[in-house]
T-cell receptor, first 113, second 114 residues
Framework: QQQVKQSPQSLIVQKGGIPIINCAYENTAFDYFPWYQQFPGKGPALLIAIRPDVSEKKEGRFTISFNKSAKQFSLHIMDSQPGDSATYFCAASSGGSQGNLIFGKGTKLSVKP | ETGVTQTPRHLVMGMTNKKSLKCEQHLGHNAMYWYKQSAKKPLELMFVYSLEERVENNSVPSRFSPECPNSSHLFLHLHTLQPEDSALYLC?????????????FGQGTRLTVV
């Protein structure tokens, strides 16, 4: 059973476009939702994260939108650049003893010049 | 450089070999993790260590054997692996297990079983 569903699997946009990656979760106990960015040959690195008490968080060109009632959250990349080409993973975790991160399958983003 | 170092970066081994993956973190974290990353699959959590105690083993076959001698080092001992075990093995660490917090990943070991 996949607890965090991520879509699309791959995405191609032109430079300056706004790619949007979506994730949906099932476990209402999740209370931390990070996005990780992974370049080829590297491990994932934390990009931005949100808690369910806010509906949006922005850091530079990256924005997370969070819809608690729909149990969905998404990553938007404003003014995308070729250097943003990477695989993006959403994840979720809950506090307490079950706090391990559950990852989505990943979205391979390609930003064309 | 994330502060989590994995060696080797690449490993090719036969099904009858025994090898070990090493992970070292310099961040003062007290939780360490092994993940398996296969193509088109989510990152799969394999093992969790908190304060050197294994607190989770997600139904991982016994041919994978973790070891955490101290809070800075984590090993994954491999023996009699199968070709389907070929994957990127990622180590991560965090300040504490349980509760939200940033996990720092190493660059991974690309394992190929022949």
């Amino acid at each position: 059973q996949q607890q965090v569903k991520q879509s699309p699997q791959s995405l191609i946009v032109q430079k300056g476009g706004i790619p949007i990656i979506n994730c949906a979760y099932e476990n209402t106990a999740f209370d931390y939702f990070p996005w990780y960015q992974q370049f080829p040959g590297k491990g994932p690195a934390l990009l931005i994260a949100i808690r369910p008490d806010v509906s949006e968080k922005k850091e530079g060109r990256f924005t997370i939108s969070f819809n608690k009632s729909a149990k969905q959250f998404s990553l938007h990349i404003m003014d995308s650049q070729p250097g943003d080409s990477a695989t993006y993973f959403c994840a979720a975790s809950s506090g307490g003893s079950q706090g391990n991160l559950i990852f989505g399958k990943g979205t391979k983003l390609s930003v064309k010049p | 450089e994330t502060g989590v170092t994995q060696t080797p970066r690449h490993l090719v081994m036969g099904m009858t070999n025994k090898k070990s993956l090493k992970c070292e973190q310099h961040l003062g974290h007290n939780a360490m993790y092994w993940y398996k990353q296969s193509a088109k699959k989510p990152l799969e959590l394999m093992f969790v260590y908190s304060l050197e105690e294994r607190v989770e083993n997600n139904s991982v076959p016994s041919r994978f054997s973790p070891e955490c001698p101290n809070s800075s080092h984590l090993f994954l001992h491999l023996h009699t692996l199968q070709p389907e075990d070929s994957a990127l093995y990622l180590c991560a660490s965090s300040r504490k297990r349980g509760g939200p917090g940033e996990a720092f990943f190493g660059q991974g070991t690309r394992l190929t079983v022949v």
